[in-house]
């Protein structure tokens, strides 16, 4: 069960829904973590005490680790009470509340961010500099649809700290890439988002900008750089069906943009190909035979006569074919 919530919570809780102009949801999700239990009991405190807010759970979203949603650019895997719960609070209902945090310079360079950035914030609960932080954040991600922030208690999720080699709160994280501990500026950080080599986007980002609707933006930038971004394989062999479909729309823009660059894909997915299941063999095995290199014909002919699934062996066909 989560914690016991201190009255002065509670009161902020309802003074903030007595406010709300209409009807808001609060997402969540769930993973089978042990304190799946506690954000649950968050969320039905908050529309307990809230009543225009509605408690809906998202079995879709891929996270993995328990998450409140705050519209599509934030996560929180932390339980935002006390010095947390006030940010948190003013996003929910207004995801715009802390636009007036960024600049109006910063506001215009955002525009021209063309891929996600993805920043995970490092927080404590009694963390005296977090709240300022965790503010600028959501003002970046209120400014822009490319800005994904996740907030993530570092004392409740120990392990995903620790993997994160967390020492200190707050620790801004981009891209899995740089960091930042302590005050973090937000001039600084737009300036690192838009320097950002494309080819060293991981594949969060890369999915993130698939399932947006800009399959043809992934395919773009590669292009444009003329490789195959090694995070864009890996959604290539990603085990959840929709994550390849996705990944495979934006390879087909691409072998028909530059028919030279598609066909480098033999390589990584031939080397991948013994580690898949059968269900993505049978995707692999489209994919080469749409990369338009014939360079994948021997491999493609050994899967068709080998001991593989009946299914596997009609797509080798199927590729094959394509490729003559």
Known sequence: MMAAVTDNNKERIRQWGRALDG???????????????????????????????RAKKDGDAMVSRPTLFIGS??????????????????????????ADRISPDDRQRLLQLRAPALVKVYITPHCPY????VSILLGLAACSDQVRVTVIDGELFVDTAQKDRISAAPTVILDDRFRWTGSVDASELVTLMLD???????????????????????AGMMAERGVIFPAFIDLLIHPRWSVRLGAMVS???????DPGLAGGVVEPLVAFFAD????????LIHVLGESGNK??????????????????QIAADEAIEKLK
């Open 23 to 53: 009807d808001i949801a609060l997402r969540y999700a769930t993973t089978g973590h042990a304190v799946d239990e506690r954000f649950r009991a968050f969320v039905d405190l908050v529309a307990d005490l809230a009543p225009r807010v």
């Open 276 to 283: 898949v299941d059968d269900g993505v063999k049978g995707d």
């Open 251 to 257: 390879f087909e823009i691409l072998a028909e943009s």
């Open 196 to 218: 950002r080599d494309p080819a060293d986007l991981g594949a969060d980002a890369l999915r993130g900008m698939i399932e947006a609707g800009n399959a043809e933006g992934v």
């Open 130 to 133: 977090c709240p300022t932080t």
């Open 295 to 312: 360079m994948a014909l021997p491999f493609l002919t050994t899967v068709a006569s080998g001991d593989y699934d009946d299914e596997v």
């Open 73 to 98: 650019r934030v996560g929180y895997q932390a339980l935002p009470l006390d010095r947390e719960l006030e940010p948190f609070l003013a996003a929910l209902g207004d995801d715009s509340a802390f």
